[in-house]
Every structure is written in structure tokens, then in C-alpha cells.
């Protein structure tokens, strides 16, 4: 009779965090609801100079920008320049970091690769403060790899990440 009480309760608990869970979830992806266009910023790259040149020229911001806003285009989000998206209702950006380490022994290196839904919003509870930049959706892929591999796998885990913000985006944008 306690283990069927013990199962029941455990049961109970577990839906109970499956349907919060989903709640804070679908709350937290209407702060993507309504944005006009999305800008896009890509960090300077954590320890990109401890590769060599050749694999360092093919990871420059400034292509890695390009690949985002081109992944978003296709699929079928509006991209307009960081400057531009300043001027928006709540500045949406869509920025990514990318962290490497090597270890020039092996000939790996590790990677995370981390896009995150940038917008200023406002605190109900301190009018004073005027706005607020704060990350309203994130995801984030890591990996280990040989290093003549690791610009395709950026990439691939940027498109992963891209298509997962972008369906998510337009669910709640129909």
C-alpha cells in the first residue's frame, strides 16, 4: 500500500513539473512575440588566437554574421542591421558567442557555441530605471573536436541553434 501511495505521489509530482515547465516555457517565448525585425551580433571569438592563421581566417566575426543573418533569411525572419534594430521596440538582437579551447598536444579542441535573443525591457517595479537588456531566449551546442574540423562544426551547431530560435520565433508569431 506505500509504494502505491509512494508511485502516485511521485507521479503527481512529475506532472505537476511537466505542466510548469511547459507554463514558463510558453510565457517565456512570448517575449518573442510582435519583434519587427531582429538585429544580429557576433562576439569577438574567446582564445581565437590561440589557433593558427589559416583556421583563424576562416572564423572571422565578420563571416560568422553574415552565416547568421543568411540562416535567418531562409528561414523567413526579417534581419536588419544592429544599428537599425537599436531603434526598434525593445532593440532585438540576436547575438552569439562563440568560446574555444585547444590543446596543441592532442589536436583537439573544444568548442561552445551559445545564440542568445537580446531586447531591452522595462521593470514594473523601479520606474526610474528606463530599460534593461536582458537575454529573452538562448540555446547552446558544444563540442570536441580535431581542429581542422572545428569551423564546419561551429557552423553546423550556429545552424542548429538558428533553426531552433526561428521555430520557435515563428510558432509564436503565426
Known amino acids: ?16 513539473l511537466a505542466q510548469t515547465s511547459k507554463e514558463y516555457k510558453r510565457i517565456q517565448l ?7 525585425g531582429v538585429g544580429i ?13 589559416k583556421i583563424r581566417n576562416t572564423l572571422i566575426s565578420k563571416k560568422i554574421e553574415i552565416f547568421v543573418e ?7 525572419l526579417k534581419t536588419v542591421s544592429f544599428e537599425k534594430a537599436n531603434t526598434l521596440a525593445g532593440a532585438p538582437c540576436f547575438d552569439v558567442q562563440i568560446k574555444i579551447k585547444t590543446d596543441d598536444f ?8 551559445e545564440g542568445r535573443f537580446v531586447q531591452d525591457v522595462f521593470l514594473a517595479r523601479n520606474k526610474r530605471i528606463k530599460h534593461l537588456s536582458t537575454i529573452t531566449w538562448r540555446d547552446s551546442d558544444f563540442g570536441i573536436v580535431f581542429v581542422e574540423n572545428l569551423k564546419d562544426n ?13 521555430k520557435e520565433f515563428r510558432r509564436v508569431n503565426r
Open 106 to 113: 592532442s589536436g583537439f579542441c573544444l568548442y561552445f557555441v
Open 1 to 16: 500500500m506505500k509504494k502505491i501511495v509512494l508511485i502516485c505521489l511521485i507521479i503527481f509530482v512529475q506532472l505537476t
Open 154 to 166: 561551429i557552423y553546423k551547431s550556429l545552424k542548429k541553434i538558428i533553426n531552433k530560435f526561428s
Open 30 to 36: 512570448q517575449a518573442l512575440k510582435n519583434i519587427k
Open 41 to 53: 551580433y557576433v562576439w569577438d571569438i574567446e582564445n581565437i588566437n590561440d589557433l593558427n592563421k
Open 70 to 76: 543568411k540562416e535567418l533569411k531562409k528561414n523567413r
